[in-house]
């Protein structure tokens, strides 16, 4: 491959790599908030005078599996701009 030097193939692996943390770091928090918000609509739905209690529990768990998210977007920009 003439023409091709190594920082342009670290640079390549690490944009490729960051959008492949990126797919796989968004898959995983999409489905399990989507089985959250399941879960919290039909135990609402069964119980509504639990409403405020399930509400609660199902913000916190979101919060818990949207920081998985956050940190692959983290290591996408840090595979991105920090490479050399």
């Keep these: 491959m003439e023409g091709i030097d190594g920082a342009f193939m670290v640079k390549a692996a690490a944009f490729l790599g960051a959008?492949?943390?990126?797919?796989?770091?968004?898959?995983?928090?999409a489905l399990g908030q989507g089985m959250i918000g399941k879960q919290a609509c039909d135990s609402i739905g069964k119980y509504p005078e639990s409403a405020s209690k399930v509400r609660t529990a199902m913000i916190i768990s979101l919060g818990?599996?949207?920081?998985?998210?956050?940190?692959?977007?983290?290591?996408?920009?840090?595979?991105?701009f920090l490479n050399k």
């Design 19 to 29: 959008a492949f943390v990126m797919a796989v770091g968004a898959i995983g928090p």
């Design 64 to 80: 818990m599996v949207e920081s998985t998210a956050v940190y692959c977007l983290i290591i996408a920009l840090m595979l991105i």
